[in-house]
């Protein structure tokens, strides 16, 4: 099952980078992920959420986060909210319904038309 992550939000902060130390650098992304398969497309209720700095371009792992940038990722991820989730049907999951529907309706028809003789 392949997965993609599509972003939602994004936020920037004005805490320091732990790396280059420049301030008004650090930006958080927040992506959903998204799992495809051959019948459907899910939007799923986990969130990726992703340090990046602007200065030394570089991402900042959860590791190097210190309290004051902990804190301030869970608040902009409790401001940006939950994304919203579906399940979307491809083409070849609609057409498999529907084979299978007028199977079902043709199998019933014949059915009854033989019993009607």
Known sequence: MPTSYVKFGESKIRNNCP?????????FSFSNKIVETKMVSKATKEIKGELNCSHCETVIYPAL???EIDR?????LKRMGSPQTYTRFKPLAV????????????TAFAIYSLQQQ
């Open 19 to 27: 790396k280059c130390f420049a301030q008004d650098g650090l930006v």
């Open 65 to 67: 986060w210190t309290d």
């Open 72 to 76: 301030v990722y869970l608040y902009n």
């Open 95 to 106: 057409g498999l319904f529907i084979g299978i529907t007028l199977a079902i309706a043709g």
